[in-house]
């Protein structure tokens, strides 16, 4: 018995390692070929897996070509925007639906939902169209405005309101607590996984947003890390060497804030059941 149980723990280990070198093979060639020269990252030969030298001019030209600071303060500040809007009305939104009544509740809550099945392209040109009227285009606030509210959110955090008992809203209410108090001093703090849950997503799906900054912002001072990565693609050819070592500059800041907040990653991911 202990034997079985021996080896079926190793076959699960053994599993669990060979879907660990596959998810991560990817980046190991990423940063290889950022150090090829473009003959060997075109090559097919399949066993050329290392670069016969190893060059570091490839991130050199990449820094000179970009502004790698501005774009990290630019992704990094539509990031933490998003993340602040969607978390402050999302959490407003969920609460309402979730425990108070009102009249046209379950409406309004089918409209979040109905934006949830809808491909979020369809939104794109009458946003453009809202932001362009606004004299925004090329800003901070462009790259934001898709993020002020989020269905998704709000769908979220409804299902941990909803899961709260009923007792904590009555006994705030005899302590003196109005509406505002109940939610901010009593309901909030219980969801705080939901909440970290939600900026995770809101973080992640901010980090590798493409198409909107591509099109709303079209000055490559207002550029962020995903947009012009995309620039460096040319009609014809594309240089993948720099292209890679730009990759590798633009993932490692993500890499950082996930080693420090690893804990509430895995919380707020386990606890939502969601799927990165």
Request: proline share 4%; with cysteine; charged share 10%.
């Given at each position: 018995?202990?034997?079985?149980?021996?080896?079926t723990?190793?076959?699960?280990h053994?599993?669990?390692?060979?879907?660990?070198?596959?998810?991560?093979?990817?980046?190991?060639?990423?940063?290889l070929?950022?150090?090829?020269?473009?003959?060997?990252?075109?090559?097919l030969?399949?066993?050329?897996?290392?670069?016969?030298?190893?060059?570091?001019?490839?991130?050199?030209?990449?820094?000179?070509?970009n502004?790698?600071?501005?774009?990290?303060?630019?992704?990094?500040a539509?990031?933490?925007?998003?993340?602040?809007f969607?978390?402050?009305f999302?959490?407003?939104?969920?609460?309402?639906?979730?425990?108070?009544?009102f009249?046209?509740?379950?409406?309004?809550?089918?409209?979040?939902?109905?934006?949830?099945?809808i491909?979020?392209?369809i939104?794109?040109?009458?946003?453009?169209?809202?932001?362009?009227?606004?004299?925004?285009?090329?800003?901070i606030?462009?790259?934001?405005?898709?993020?002020?509210v989020?269905?998704?959110?709000?769908?979220l955090?409804?299902?941990?309101?909803?899961?709260l008992?009923?007792?904590?809203?009555?006994?705030?209410?005899?302590?003196g607590?109005n509406i505002?108090?109940?939610?901010?001093?009593?309901?909030?703090?219980?969801?705080?996984?939901?909440?970290?849950?939600?900026?995770?997503?809101?973080a992640?799906?901010?980090?590798?947003?493409?198409?909107?900054?591509?099109?709303?912002?079209?000055?490559?001072?207002?550029?962020?890390?995903?947009?012009?990565?995309?620039?460096?693609?040319?009609?014809?050819?594309?240089?993948?060497?720099?292209?890679?070592?730009?990759?590798?500059?633009?993932?490692?800041p993500?890499?950082?804030?996930?080693?420090?907040?690893?804990?509430?990653?895995?919380?707020?991911?386990?606890t939502?059941?969601g799927?990165l």
């Amino acid at each position: 018995m202990v034997q079985k149980r021996t080896l079926t723990r190793l076959l699960v280990h053994a599993i669990l390692i060979v879907g660990a070198v596959i998810m991560i093979f990817p980046f190991i060639w990423m940063i290889l070929t950022s150090f090829k020269s473009v003959t060997e990252s075109t090559s097919l030969n399949p066993f050329e897996f290392f670069p016969d030298v190893w060059r570091v001019e490839n991130y050199t030209e990449v820094i000179k070509q970009n502004n790698f600071w501005l774009l990290y303060f630019n992704t990094f500040a539509m990031m933490f925007f998003r993340v602040l809007f969607a978390v402050v009305f999302s959490a407003m939104a969920a609460y309402a639906f979730a425990r108070l009544k009102f009249p046209g509740r379950d409406f309004f809550f089918g409209l979040v939902l109905f934006q949830m099945m809808i491909p979020t392209q369809i939104f794109i040109i009458p946003q453009y169209l809202m932001v362009d009227e606004l004299g925004m285009r090329n800003t901070i606030f462009a790259l934001v405005f898709p993020g002020l509210v989020s269905a998704f959110g709000t769908f979220l955090l409804r299902q941990f309101f909803m899961g709260l008992p009923k007792e904590l809203e009555e006994a705030a209410l005899l302590e003196g607590c109005n509406i505002g108090q109940t939610f901010i001093k009593v309901m909030l703090p219980l969801v705080k996984s939901g909440l970290i849950a939600l900026g995770i997503f809101t973080a992640l799906f901010s980090f590798k947003d493409l198409m909107w900054p591509l099109i709303i912002n079209s000055d490559s001072n207002a550029a962020v890390l995903s947009s012009a990565l995309a620039r460096m693609q040319g009609a014809y050819s594309v240089n993948y060497p720099q292209l890679m070592a730009a990759s590798v500059l633009a993932i490692w800041p993500m890499l950082l804030v996930y080693l420090i907040f690893q804990k509430q990653f895995i919380e707020g991911v386990s606890t939502s059941g969601g799927k990165l």
